[in-house]
């Protein structure tokens, strides 16, 4: 089965950056599909950005579009998430998960989480 690993959350002050990485590991085929979720207290866990890991082919949710930019390294079996211009409404936790024939914006299409990494975001 697949582990997925994050690390890089951290705490900044509105409009700092972040780089958040999810190591992955344990497969045997690699996994079509990588995505990054996050979860405030007490709110929904919401998509953030997928990478098609075949194509690099991405997709981001509106809210973070054009201050999130998914990649992936294939040789270290990583993939990131670099957040620049950060604002107070993207604190929360933030997963990294694998999924298979669909790369879209919704967790039911995702069968392997990490444990999550911290990001917060105040003045």
């Known amino acids: 089965e697949v582990k997925l690993v994050e690390s890089g959350g951290g705490s900044v002050q509105p409009g700092g950056s972040l780089r958040l990485s999810c190591a992955a590991s344990?497969?045997?085929?690699?996994?079509?599909?990588i995505g990054w979720f996050r979860e405030a207290p007490g709110k929904e866990r919401e998509g953030v950005a997928t990478?098609?890991?075949?194509?690099?082919?991405?997709r981001y949710a509106d809210s973070v579009k054009d201050r999130v930019t998914i990649s992936q390294d294939n040789a270290k079996k990583t993939v990131y998430l670099q957040m620049n211009s950060l604002k107070p409404e993207d604190t929360g936790v933030y997963y990294c998960?694998?999924?298979?024939?669909?790369?879209?914006?919704?967790?039911?299409?995702?069968?392997?989480w990490g444990q999550g990494t911290q990001v917060t975001v105040s003045s």
């Open positions: 998960a694998a999924g298979g024939n669909y790369c879209e914006l919704s967790r039911v299409w995702f069968s392997y």
């Open positions: 990478i098609y890991t075949a194509t690099n082919y991405a």
């Open positions: 344990g497969y045997t085929y690699r996994p079509n599909c």
